[in-house]
């Protein structure tokens, strides 16, 4: 469920804006407007009473039950596999509609390729053989394949078409706080899809059809960073083996090896794995808050900006006093976040809200409209989709001098396009860009912004801006981009 990392290219709307914006607040998204996505209605009409969608956390929960989100974090999280196993009809019916077999044949009526969509592929003999043809996927053929070949079919990123995926993931990433892609891996009878291998997220695994074997190891590489597959003759024997029937879910960290097959004499198996976690660790905390840590300091302390030793960029290995020197400079860094210096990241969060996916939105269009009337000086106001919304401090991005200075950024995830979730940078003129959603206002809004994320409902003649206009304004873009409701 990996991807690529994509650059920011700004799309953003500014304050001054506002009677431009005015203009535009009714308007609906034309037809053939291509950030509407594509919505594929194949769920059935099924009335969850399995997972519990109130609140991020009671979503989870559900999810993982009988355990309790504290013990799952406490005894399993980033350490063990837990393997849950229901007899529970409830349950059964629920996973079945998530993804079936049969959901192919309507899905690969649409532009659905191999590769990027589909992957082909059986491990036999201590080979991984990848079977894809080339262009866009007929369904008959591919089923045919199947029985014949009997390869195992890993479709990518399924939530793009299922929408109470959709729905789930939507709400996980809420409730991680990171990013949360999903596969569906359909094995026929007899036959295994992928060698032993481990995995840079955390995985989720929920069995919707028929069964399949597992096995899993000790790590070689307790919390891997990047994927990898292991030879039979170097993991050993099992740490665990059972059989996951429909209903149940299995848990493993990052790093674990792994391998399923699908038993003989019986149906193909059908599971997805639901994935998050992905370079979402304390380390690439640090490599994106630490230049920005060293960045501000420069300005406050002159030794940061005192040259290098002479020729020391040409020595082979680095000299004892530049090195006490070097660590002079971090333990200064850590004194000041010790005392309450202001961490910025920025990088991880815009990749995590500008690649997330928007709201989960339960109509035939699924797209959003502002809530309530134009706010005026007298209404009361509070904020939509926190959880989807982010402020940020950042040099003004449409400058390029160095004086430019910091402006407040508010990014969103509302307009992002669900077909795109999770599946690398489009083949743009310039690959790897990408359109970001949001506002950008001067530093004199940001205490302002602060009252609407802190508070529950705010007046608009309250909010800490220098004249009533900018409080209308203020109000009025974060409006029309859907942030607010008018009370």
Known sequence: ??????????????????????????????????????????????TSTVLNFQSPDSLFESLISPISYEEFFREYWEQKPLLIQRNDPSVTVYYQSLFKFDDLKEICSYDVFYSRD?????????????LNKDGKVNYAQLKKDFEQKKATIQFHQPQRFKDELWRIQETLECFFGSLVGSNVYITPP??????????DVEVFILQLEGEKHWRLYKPTNPLAREYSTEAE???????????????????????TIHQADTPAGGSYSTHITISTYQNNTWGDYLLDVIPWLVYDS??????LSRG????????????????????????????QIENGKETRSSEMRKDFILNRLPPYANNSSGSLAPAGKLPKLDDQIRLRFKAHTMILL????????????????VYHSLKNNRGNHMMGAEDNEEEGCFQAHGLKFPCSHLEALKQLWIGDCVFVRDLKVDSNQAKENLALCLWTENLIEVQ
């Open 1 to 46: 469920a990996g991807r690529k990392l994509q650059r920011v290219r700004p799309g953003l709307v500014t304050v001054w804006k506002a009677e431009e914006m005015l203009k535009k607040a009714g308007r609906k998204p034309k037809k053939h407007d291509p950030d509407v996505c594509k919505r594929v209605k194949l769920d059935l009409d099924v």
């Open 118 to 130: 589909i992957n082909f592929c059986r491990y036999i003999n201590g080979k991984k053989k990848v």
């Open 190 to 199: 007899d036959s295994q899809g992928l060698p032993p291998h481990y995995d």
């Open 233 to 255: 003759d170097r993991i050993g024997s099992p740490t665990h083996e059972f059989i996951l029937k429909p209903g149940d879910l299995l848990y493993f960290p990052r790093g």
């Open 298 to 303: 420069m300005k406050e302390d002159i030794e």
């Open 308 to 335: 290098l030793p002479r020729q020391y960029l040409m020595q082979l290995n680095s000299s004892a006093d530049p090195g006490k020197k070097l660590s002079g400079f971090l333990r200064g860094l850590a004194d």
């Open 394 to 409: 950042e040099n003004d991005q449409e400058r390029t001098d160095e004086s430019r200075e910091m402006m407040v950024y």
